[in-house]
């Protein structure tokens, strides 16, 4: 899959066995911030009380906070 090229990968991801997927989290410089694209459905991590997906999307919403 192709995506602009002002997008990079900014996570990787496999199930076991399979190859990475590099585009579960891209990311793009956008005027002052940055655009974090992520095609994982977050509603059913935390609906399923998933600990990585509240992870990742902590880390997601968080990103930058300290610069």
């Known amino acids: 899959?192709?995506?602009d090229?002002?997008?990079?990968?900014f996570v990787s991801m496999a199930?076991?066995?399979?190859d990475?997927?590099?585009g579960e989290i891209l990311m793009a410089n956008?005027?002052?911030?940055?655009?974090?694209y992520t095609n994982l459905v977050f509603y059913r991590q935390i609906?399923?009380?998933v600990p990585g997906g509240y992870r990742?999307?902590?880390?997601?919403?968080?990103?930058?906070?300290?610069k």
Do not use: V
């Open 1 to 3: 899959m192709a995506w």
């Open 5 to 9: 090229n002002h997008y990079e990968t």
């Open 15 to 18: 199930d076991p066995g399979e």
């Open 20 to 22: 990475p997927f590099d």
């Open 30 to 36: 956008y005027g002052k911030g940055t655009y974090l």
């Open 47 to 49: 609906q399923g009380q």
């Open 56 to 66: 990742i999307f902590t880390n997601l919403i968080s990103y930058g906070a300290n």
